[in-house]
């Protein structure tokens, strides 16, 4: 039932930040695994990082320094900070769950652009 609009994106130069969010259509306390993704031209749809709802948050190990995830049960909002921005961080991002990952539910996502 849960679905989710991103925002947040729009163009930024190399070295900026945005601030990306992720409204649930209800509750998402209940569920245990949140993740944003993001897919560039011509690549595969990749993992950034989740928030669990046990409050651990983590990013893969490339973006770890830059990019910060949070999470606000209250609000039924996931948040991913981006700072340090850099061209290869262009892309579609998204934010999901894991069984709506593997189920192949995604929402429009929204487009984050870096100029150089």
């Known amino acids: 039932q849960v679905s989710f609009v991103e925002s947040g994106g729009g163009l930024v130069q190399s070295g900026g930040s945005l601030r990306l969010s992720c409204a649930a259509s209800?509750?998402?306390?209940?569920?245990?695994?949140m993740g944003w993704y993001r897919q560039a031209p011509g690549k595969q749809r990749e993992l950034v990082g989740a928030a669990t709802s046990d409050g651990t948050t983590t990013v893969v190990d490339s973006l770890k320094g830059r990019f910060t995830i949070s999470r606000d049960n209250a609000k039924n909002t996931m948040y991913l900070q981006m700072n340090s921005l850099k061209p290869e961080d262009t892309a579609v991002y998204y934010c999901?769950?894991?069984?709506?990952?593997?189920?192949?539910?995604w929402g429009q996502g929204t487009q984050v652009t870096v100029s150089s």
């Open positions: 999901n769950t894991d069984l709506k990952t593997r189920g192949g539910y």
């Open positions: 209800e509750s998402i306390a209940s569920i245990y695994f």
